[in-house]
DNA sequence: TCGACGTAGATTGTATAAAATCCCTGGTGT
DNA sequence: ACACCAGGGATTTTATACAATCTACGTCGA
């Protein structure tokens, strides 16, 4: 675990139920709860060696974020999302990504750029193939990053929320198809971009990164799945 | 493949907490419960005379839903939205909707228009300032009809908490401005275009028409000049 | 007078236990 | 053999009770 980093919201482990939430959410992401996998609040809440209930509001939270789908009187699963629904999370992103983008890029500061520039580096090094999980994180976070002066609020929960599930859903794929190099070569052309002030061009790169990945999934998954 | 269930209306309250969660809805876009208002877990148990656990859950729904705010340890509060958040929820709209109508419009049946008539004519009948509920109920449905044959689940999802959230917002400013009739003569050459096949005409209009209630209403706040 | 501290009251968060619901299995009748 | 329905067991949902936390207010000291 990364020590001391800055006191976020999401580690201010003020209730149990929130704690609960981000330790499923990590297993769901990092691919330890498969889709579909059966959510039983009691086998959780004796796990973490707590109540049900704060596990039953950590699983509706998780459910807003679209990674749980929870069925009534029969519990939650691990959602799981066909290839057009995940084609369709990422087509949402290619429309709302440039536009946070474009509300953003003026207002992004040098230490803004510091952190990126730090994201790129943690990429560069050797750690690509190895920990796609720490990939996922810091792809998630440079969006993220990215985004955070837009000033829409409603928009950034929701990208945020995309971006999560994207990436998993991303993950086996990235690690076998290069696609890591190739998204590495777009974020840093895309940092160039916004700090010499094309905004625009940053904009349509960015929509066609997205779209771009979300090809490359669509054709990995055809490739493997042409039986079904 | 799941075999067809019957897809009920889910007016069936098949859980209290869902049927709180309907009532306290519905109390918030009606404007009984007014941005800011402070929702007390213990006042709403016993008014609907449950227990606090399904009032607790129904409270995190609405929150997922944008309508309230929890903060932890501190309650919940209706969600108070800046003009700027309101028009940012437009803008969305804009975005996404004439994609979901663009995908849905050919696959409309002539039932769905019979309903979509149905509502155009409830509209004209006599019922437009006195009872601005029904008719903001009614505007939401007629969105959702449009949509309902997209196949994008999430931005179905996500099109349909904004729909929610603006008709809470817009209905003050509705029923002064004369706003309704104008909706009116749009939602009908709406209907027109998608019946005559002009699809790409139908979506053009409806993001000018989204964009043009957003607009109407931020000129009735200036005017007004409230700041919360 | 003003501000800091601490206690009381109220409100939310969590644990435990009871009630409702669903799935599955096994028997029964046709 | 097939359809149907009853009952047991597992799981979720709700109720009740307790613990933790926050806000308000009053007291104390500078």
Redesign the interface.
Same mark, same amino acid.
């Given at each position: 675990m990364p020590p001391a980093r800055p006191a976020q919201k999401s580690l201010q482990h003020?209730?149990i139920a929130?704690a609960v939430a981000e330790e499923v959410r990590r297993r769901i992401v990092d691919g330890e709860f498969k889709s579909g996998f059966q959510l039983r609040q009691d086998a959780l809440a004796t796990e973490f060696g707590v109540s049900r209930?704060p596990v039953?509001?950590a699983l509706?939270?998780l459910?807003?974020e679209?990674l749980v789908k929870i069925l009534?009187?029969r519990g939650a699963i691990v959602s799981e999302l066909s290839m057009?629904?995940v084609q369709?999370?990422f087509e949402?992103r290619a429309?709302?990504e440039p $536009?946070l983008l474009k509300a953003s890029a003026k207002h992004l500061t040098e230490a803004d750029y510091e952190r990126l520039s730090q994201i790129l580096q943690e990429y560069s090094t050797e750690l690509r193939a190895k920990h796609v999980r720490r990939w996922g994180e810091l792809n998630t976070e440079f969006h993220n990053v990215l985004y955070q002066h837009a $000033?829409?609020? $409603?928009?950034q929960a929701?990208v945020g929320g995309l971006l999560q599930e994207c990436d998993r859903h991303t993950r086996l794929q990235l690690s076998l198809t290069g696609g890591m190099e190739r998204a590495e070569v777009e974020h840093a052309e895309l940092v160039r971009l916004c700090k010499s002030g094309k905004v625009s061009a940053a904009c349509a790169l960015l929509k066609t990164h997205i779209e771009g990945v979300g090809k490359s999934l669509r054709n990995y998954f055809e490739e493997h799945n042409k039986t079904t």
């Open positions: 003020r209730t929130s209930i039953r509001e509706m939270q459910e807003a679209g009534p009187h057009e629904e369709e999370l949402l429309l709302l $536009r $000033r829409q609020p $409603r928009a929701i």
